[in-house]
């Protein structure tokens, strides 16, 4: 999946590849003059690269080869935008991989640098790039991005990061430990929100009125957003969207009941996440009851983004 636009030839140009456990995303941007990010292209392709690294440990060799083969494609957009600057992060499945080396070394072979990043740095750049595009960030906010072998959920006052916490919440190991049935039976679905209650319980964020902060989605809630609102979010785009907490209570169990084939049928549903956007929803729903809150904003920005951003005020500082 893409999104291009053509850039200006002018303009410093940055791209950053983010290796997430389920997708692997390349986006390249400039600063427009008032210095929010400019977008020049944003891909995506499903990988599923953490698949059963948090049983055995290991990225499997057909994972490895999926990774790769999405590196080498990803390496191949760069080369012909002529980039100047770069940088390629992964996240939750090469922390947790015991052969993680073994991938990093091949992937330095096609040209893709790749550096691991801590939990700590990747909830810091997902909350940067949900408001690279902005003018200006809100006084407070819950920032929650959700991926495929984690969930971080960040804090935010005065625009800045006050506390954060990343927790086993991702949808692809959430998936592979509870949600292994499709049509998905009701005992698989309470066993799996038990779970991500009981993490969301443990979570102190000291004095915080959680009911009076505004949440914001991104990673997997921008899929999620597509066919929650049956592929026709207000004005066609989910960037910005707010959506009510009714959805996703309705959601989970409408999504449980439906065969393999009925979830890819639905209208704005993206081909790949038959099986673990359910615990997506159910994450999401986790998050709004231990919030309180009846609503929730959609962002497209995330990791990626916020590296641009990092990468190109340093290199608009060092000109």
């Not at 080396?101 to 096609?110: G, K, M, N, Q, Y």
């Not at 949808?171 to 066993?191: D, F, G, I």
Request: proline share 3%; glycine share 12%; aromatic share 6%.
């Amino acid at each position: 999946m893409s999104d291009q636009s053509r850039a200006d030839a002018s303009a410093p140009l940055a791209a950053v590849v983010d290796l997430g456990t389920n997708a692997a995303r390349l986006a390249l941007a400039t600063l427009d003059d008032a210095g929010r990010l400019e977008s020049r292209g944003r891909w995506r392709e499903l990988i599923r690269l953490g698949e059963g690294v948090r049983e055995t440990g290991l990225l499997s060799e057909s994972a490895m080869e999926r990774g790769l083969a999405c590196l080498s494609r990803f390496a191949q957009i760069i080369r012909e935008h002529r980039v100047h600057l770069v940088d390629a992060v992964a996240t939750s499945a090469l922390r947790e991989a015991q052969n993680a080396d073994v991938f990093i070394s091949r992937a330095l072979e096609l040209g893709i640098a790749m550096r691991v990043i801590p939990p700590e740095e990747e909830a810091r750049l997902a909350f940067a790039g949900v408001f690279a595009g902005e003018g200006h960030r809100p006084e407070r906010a819950l920032v929650f991005d959700v991926g495929g072998g984690s969930l971080e959920v960040i804090l935010s006052e005065s625009g800045e990061v006050r506390d954060m916490v990343s927790l086993p919440a991702g949808v692809v190991y959430l998936t592979e430990r509870y949600l292994k049935t499709m049509p998905t039976p009701e005992e698989e679905v309470q066993a799996c929100s038990l779970a991500v209650e009981a993490m969301l319980r443990d979570v102190d964020f000291g004095e915080a009125a959680l009911a009076e902060i505004p949440f914001i989605g991104c990673g997997g809630v921008v899929a999620l957003a597509w066919f929650v609102t049956e592929g026709a979010p207000p004005g066609g785009r989910v960037d910005g969207l707010s959506l009510p907490g009714a959805f996703f209570e309705e959601w989970v169990g409408r999504f449980a009941g439906l065969t393999y084939g009925q979830r890819r049928e639905l209208r704005g549903f993206e081909s790949g996440r038959e099986d673990v956007a359910l615990a997506g929803l159910i994450v999401v729903r986790a998050l709004l009851r231990w919030g309180r809150k009846k609503k929730l904003g959609v962002s497209t920005g995330g990791v990626r983004e916020g590296r641009l951003l990092e990468l190109l005020e340093t290199g608009a500082q060092g000109c």
